[in-house]
């Protein structure tokens, strides 16, 4: 597969994730008490699916190498830890809002140098990454500090977390991923040398 190839596939997976994200963020907001129950299987398969397409994102040729720069690490570490949370999820069900904070947190971070990059680039829009970054870092410090104890309202915060995790992830792949027709990837000339 050429590169383009692999970069429109990293592009739209990325895209269809952000929806996901909302799309779920907007379901736990809406049916706090039924997410509960089901949320560790949810979560433990969007992070898996989440996990592979940023390592196919990362194997991407991307233009401006901004939007995948961190994901072959974030990628690796999303996929264990839906593994894990599918696997042990009698005991992670303790621990879930605190998982959400700190992979939402860390997501944040690493758009947050995306933003400043993109800046550096001269990509007019950087600032509308680096806004959501901010409020998706807010996010995830509250999930992490679990300012309530009811686990209903705790969803509602998932919720809300994961719809601002979505809106940044769709803002990242709109703004700085370009698909340019008939991309090469490098080729050095050994011959020269």
Known sequence: ???????????????????????????????????????????????????????????????????????????????????????????VVNLIFGIFGILILADALFKIQTSIDAKKFGLSLWWRILLMAILAGVLGLLLLVRPFEAAEVMMILVGVSLLFEGILNLCVAIYTVKIIKNQKQDIIDMDEY
Do not use: H, W
Request: charged share 15%; proline share 1%.
């Open 1 to 91: 597969m050429n590169s383009s190839g692999t970069l429109k596939i990293a592009r739209n997976g990325y895209i269809v994730m952000a929806v996901v994200f909302c799309a779920l963020g907007i379901f736990l907001m809406a049916v706090p008490e039924k997410a509960v129950k089901i949320i560790c299987v949810l979560a433990g398969i969007l992070f898996i699916a989440d996990g592979i397409i940023k390592i196919i994102g990362y194997f991407s040729r991307d233009f401006y190498c901004l939007a995948f720069q961190f994901d072959l690490a974030f990628g690796v570490l999303l996929a264990a830890v839906g593994v894990v949370i599918i696997i042990r999820r009698n005991v």
